[in-house]
């Protein structure tokens, strides 16, 4: 069982910047993509972003292309997420997931963190 946390929510005025941090209890190959998803208030939850564990390939949805940026230190089995210009409709409950690939993870994560508020007002 892989634990993944969260950390580095909050609230954040428009135009600026947070970064988000999920720590992986252990490597494995469910952790082989790492990335982060959102769910705002009354919508569905979206795929934000994902990073490979290797070749370290990049995912980005268009929403947050060019604002946000994802990375990972496998030394600390951790993966971050720095997100900038953010503005009132970043606002969501940002949740870590892995899985084998980007793929099956943006269909079905092996696994979940519990998830950090971001707000951000305008």
């Known amino acids: 069982q892989v634990h993944l946390v969260e950390s580095g929510g909050g609230s954040v005025q428009a135009g600026g910047s947070l970064r988000l941090s999920c720590v992986a209890s252990e490597r494995t190959f469910s952790t082989y993509a790492m990335g982060w998803f959102r769910q705002a208030p009354g919508k569905e939850r979206e795929f934000v972003a994902a990073v490979t564990w290797v070749t370290t390939y990049t995912w980005y949805a268009d929403s947050v292309k060019g604002r946000f940026t994802i990375s990972r230190d496998n030394t600390k089995n951790t993966v971050y997420l720095r997100m900038s210009s953010l503005q009132p409709e970043d606002t969501a409950i940002y949740y870590c997931?892995?899985?084998?690939?980007?793929?099956?993870?943006?269909?079905?994560?092996?696994?979940w963190g519990q998830g950090t508020q971001v707000t951000v007002s305008s």
């Open positions: 997931a892995s899985g084998t690939s980007i793929a099956t993870m943006r269909q079905t994560p092996d696994y």
